[in-house]
């Protein structure tokens, strides 16, 4: 089963595991509640959820790759840093506590890495992922291969500055771009109105012209902050993931109209943008795939 590799994707209340052959074929899944709060538990439910695959696998040393909050080390080896969350993460060492050769990642560059070998950007070799859900998460590909950078915290584009005057976010940027579209900001920027996304598009589908305007605002301002990325990268395509896409056309068709009015188009060339394929198992796929890339460096 040398060509079968499992992923682990912990999150906030769900742990998710599965294990994928070379194709992308999911073969097995586990899921299991978190409980963060006590990393005895949600450490013996990953232990569990490898073992339990391994065992269906009939392979003791099956690959893992874990897709985990945080900036891994230089050796993707532990989370190096991920104050406030998941107590008993930082530093861990997967591979001993598992008895398995283990790489763990960043969650935002794992959901990229399913997208880049088996979903919307099959294919392709410099891409960006954004997710749009609570915060803004973020990541890059280059040539084929994720971008991590040094420290391995490239991709925050959620920290990436719209407006040089607006109210500092979680790591004290002004006006991010996380605080112009994600959900952590609504009810500022409905002055207490609506609490997610979902409320304001139910209002504007009521005919609540503030809601309306609230919401165009935010898509402008990914607009720009996307039309800056193409500036900088040069990617072939922008996925967008995570719940807020699931706002479908009421985001896309105004997104569409003010790109156009701030992406360079030098030589007639435009960044596709596109929805991802994958959903809630996106990083576990991805660190699947890369712990067997990783694996053959």
Same mark, same amino acid.
């Given at each position: 089963m040398s060509n079968v590799?499992?992923?682990?994707?912990?999150?906030?209340?769900?742990?998710?595991?599965?294990?994928?052959?070379?194709?992308?074929n999911i073969l097995h899944r586990h899921y299991q509640p978190t409980n963060d709060g006590d990393d005895t538990i949600w450490k013996t439910a990953i232990a569990v959820a490898v073992h339990e695959i391994q065992g269906r696998l009939q392979s003791s040393?099956?690959?893992?790759g874990i897709s985990a909050p945080g900036l891994p080390n230089a050796s993707n080896s532990a989370i190096a840093y991920m104050p406030g969350r998941l107590q008993g993460l930082e530093n861990f060492d997967w591979t001993e506590f598992l008895k398995t050769k283990t790489f763990v990642l960043n969650d935002a560059i794992s959901a990229m890495m !399913?997208?880049?070998?088996?979903?919307? =950007?099959?294919?392709?070799?410099?891409?960006?992922?954004? /997710?749009l859900g609570t915060g803004v998460g973020?990541?890059?590909?280059?040539d084929g291969k994720p971008y991590q950078g040094a420290f391995n915290k490239a991709g925050h584009i959620g920290h990436m500055v719209i407006d040089s005057e607006g109210d500092p976010n979680v790591?004290?940027?002004?006006?991010?771009?996380?605080? !112009?579209?994600?959900?952590?900001?609504? =009810?500022k920027r409905t002055d207490g109105k609506y609490?997610? /996304?979902h409320q304001l598009l139910e209002a504007i589908k009521k005919g609540d012209g503030f809601a309306g305007e609230v919401w165009l605002t935010s898509i402008k301002k990914l607009a720009i902050g996307l039309a800056s990325i193409t500036n900088i990268l040069s990617p072939e395509m922008i996925i967008l993931g995570g719940g807020i896409t699931e706002a479908g056309k009421d985001l896309f068709e105004p997104l569409g109209k003010f790109i156009s009015n701030y992406e360079w188009r030098a030589g007639g060339n435009q960044?596709?943008?596109?929805k991802a394929q994958?959903?809630?198992?996106?990083?576990?796929?991805?660190?699947?795939?890369?712990a067997r890339e990783s694996n053959h460096k």
């Open positions: 590799s499992i992923g682990i994707d912990l999150g906030g209340t769900r742990i998710k595991a599965v294990a994928i052959d070379e194709l992308g040393n099956t690959l893992v !399913a997208e880049a070998r088996f979903g919307a =950007a099959k294919n392709k070799k410099n891409v960006v992922m954004l /997710t973020g990541a890059i590909l280059i790591i004290g940027m002004p006006g991010s771009l996380e605080d !112009a579209i994600g959900n952590c900001s609504i =009810a609490s997610s /996304t960044t596709e943008i596109v994958y959903g809630d198992l996106a990083g576990a796929v991805g660190a699947a795939c890369f």
